[in-house]
């Protein structure tokens, strides 16, 4: 591939109800392009996997706002085409809910379960934000889903906590004044939350793959 995003959908061409789809994934809010940089950024701010391409799928409108019957519709294209662009991690800063345990099959009316199991199937690690709501002992969804990876934050103080955990939470990643690409004059703006730290994670599950791959090994998620 010779372009950094090498494809991908949009499953909110309308950008208002999320009703129309087409094949042009452009980032109208900024977010997506801020957590794709932390992941896979190769210019003046490096991400954690330089050297990795981007699959881009839009499933939200300009506000942030998304439905989940095309957050399901996203993972089964990552899914139906993981052969032909090798996607190897799916990363999602996105929820909503709060969950002290695994919530398969809860709250969930499009079977985000089910969609994430395939990925999980296919090899393909699903990383997601834990959720900014500042619970100790519950997480948004779809993080809480047991074949997903959800990801909280740190910050180099401790003194607050401002960001979901709870027992099923084993990673945590830098998630406070990120310096990541961004819809903005500069091209970079700091930004702050688990939003942040997932792509950190799936940069260095990108990374780790990779070496199995040069090494012989496969692991599953």
């Known amino acids: 591939f010779s372009c950094k995003v090498v494809g991908g959908i949009d499953y909110c ?3 208002v109800d999320c009703s129309v789809s087409d094949n042009d994934p452009m980032d109208v809010n900024g977010h997506g392009t801020h957590v ?3 992941a896979a950024a190769n210019g003046t701010i490096n991400g954690v996997a330089p050297n990795a391409h981007v699959i881009m799928i839009k499933a939200g409108n ?11 519709a996203a993972i089964d294209w990552c899914v139906n085409n993981a052969s032909r662009y090798n996607i190897s991690v799916i990363s999602m800063s996105l929820g909503g809910g709060a969950y002290t345990s695994y919530c398969d099959g809860q709250d969930d009316p499009n079977d985000l379960t089910l969609a994430i199991n395939n990925a999980f199937a296919k090899n393909i690690s699903v990383v997601v934000s834990a959720g900014n709501t500042g619970y100790s002992d519950k997480i948004s969804s779809p993080a809480c ?21 709870n027992l ?12 990541s690409t961004y819809l903005s004059a500069s091209g970079y703006a ?6 942040m730290s997932a792509p950190h994670i ?6 780790m793959k990779q070496y199995l791959r040069l090494i012989g090994i496969t692991k599953t998620p």
């Open 13 to 15: 061409a309308d950008n």
């Open 36 to 38: 794709s940089g932390i």
């Open 62 to 72: 300009a506000s942030g706002a998304f439905w989940d019957d095309d957050l399901r």
């Open 145 to 165: 889903i047991t074949n997903a990876t959800p990801v909280t934050s740190v910050r180099k103080t401790d003194a607050t906590f401002d960001y979901n955990r």
């Open 168 to 179: 099923i939470v084993d990673l945590a990643a830098p998630g406070v004044s990120i310096n």
């Open 190 to 195: 700091e930004l702050d939350g688990t939003s």
């Open 202 to 207: 799936a940069g260095a599950v990108v990374l």
